[in-house]
């Protein structure tokens, strides 16, 4: 029975292999459907093929697809190579180069060959896509988000072309647009999880938390751990600042799930829960500092500091501050960095008519005090 089995598959293979008319007949499945061992045979298979026929192109090509599904990409990036030194201009062979060449790690070389496949004419949803995903991660958004929906035309079924549009979108900051993109994929049967999550966090950048909770609440899985951090913040903003708390003290008590979620990150909602639910500020100085010692001249930490100092009126310590964080970048938080100089505008001034009021409260005690009436003649002669 196996001496069948391995006769039918190289049969199979000699058929499509050999025969240039019956290119497309074999067909690898694009996923592991089958086990290794399938996969392993049709190998040995293919090159044989190989030793009687150097020069056949299809046959490296094959050999790509089958390395592929054996989760071997550097080999089969050598493979489909061959196949198109042997015979350039093929599509299938370029789809399939791209494709190994992501799997191998070189997004920028895929990225590449798809956006020259694409200006050749060879357009097909699969490149578009891998194109949008490549202009994502360059940051040119605009195109990301253009590619995406070139891809959503070809194939509007497929819901990692929403995810990429929307997320481009959200980038762009055009959430009315991002929100309808998700929307449109949770209605074509995307991961709701995943689609919500996105959906939360656009709401959550936009500083939206009521229709971030909305979504939250939408979630199958809300308390899912890859989403308690931006759950308590969501939490803290909807007037539910002690679940907020609850959930951030349950981080901490996790040292591993701190790690992964980000411990920086962790202290900040902790920091801001602090500063806006209690009038003693020693938490919040603690969080602050906990966040400098783990990342010198963080801006919101300072921030954060130079207004605690502001409201216990120690003003040299709080312009001391507020200078710190206007030394550092600016291009890092540009809103954050206009409005701690504003702040510090205005506290300066503060100062300076608390100092002026307090000099002229002083020269008026300096100033002598008039002789009784009686004691001075002018006046007695006056009256």
Do not use: W
């Amino acid at each position: 029975m196996l001496f069948l089995k391995n006769i039918t598959i190289f049969f199979i293979i000699f058929l499509t292999v050999a025969c240039e008319g019956k290119r497309n007949q074999f067909k690898i499945p694009e996923t592991q459907a089958l086990d290794a061992a399938y996969y392993q045979r049709a190998l040995k298979e293919v090159n044989l093929i190989l030793e009687s026929n150097p020069e056949n192109p299809d046959a490296y090509y094959k050999k790509s697809k089958i390395l592929l599904s054996l989760q071997q990409p550097a080999e089969a990036l050598r493979s489909i190579n061959a196949a198109i030194d042997l015979s350039s201009g093929n599509a299938d062979y370029l789809y399939t180069k791209i494709r190994a060449q992501l799997a191998h790690g070189e997004t920028d070389a895929a990225f590449a060959d798809a956006q020259r496949a694409l200006n050749q004419g060879n357009g097909s949803a699969e490149l578009y896509g891998i194109v949008a995903n490549g202009c994502l991660e360059n940051g040119k958004y605009k195109e990301a988000a253009l590619y995406a929906d070139s891809a959503l035309r070809l194939n509007p079924k497929n819901n990692q072309y929403y995810l990429l549009k929307g997320n481009a979108l959200s980038v762009l900051q055009d959430t009315a647009a991002a929100e309808a993109t998700y929307l449109s994929g949770l209605e074509n049967g995307a991961n709701r999880q995943v689609f919500y999550q996105n959906l939360m966090r656009l709401f959550i950048a936009g500083h939206n938390f009521e229709k971030a909770h909305a979504y939250l609440d939408s979630m199958e899985n809300p308390d899912d751990e890859s989403l308690l951090l931006q759950k308590a913040q969501v939490l803290r903003q909807v007037g539910k600042p002690d679940s907020a708390k609850n959930i951030l003290y349950t981080i901490m008590a996790d040292q591993k799930l701190l790690q992964e979620i980000g411990n920086v990150s962790v202290y900040n909602e902790l920091k801001d829960y602090y500063f806006e639910n209690t009038n003693v500020y020693d938490s919040s100085l603690h969080y602050a500092q906990k966040i400098l010692d783990a990342k010198a001249g963080d801006q919101n930490a300072l921030l954060t500091m130079a207004r605690i100092y502001d409201k216990r009126r120690d003003y040299s310590r709080a312009i001391n501050q507020y200078e710190e964080l206007l030394e550092q970048d600016s291009t890092r938080q540009p809103k954050l960095y206009n409005l701690a100089g504003q702040e510090l505008d205005q506290l300066k001034r503060k100062v300076a008519y608390l100092q002026k009021r307090k000099q002229e409260e002083r020269e008026k005690q300096m100033q002598p005090i008039d002789p009784l009436p009686f004691l001075n003649p002018a006046k007695e002669q006056n009256n």
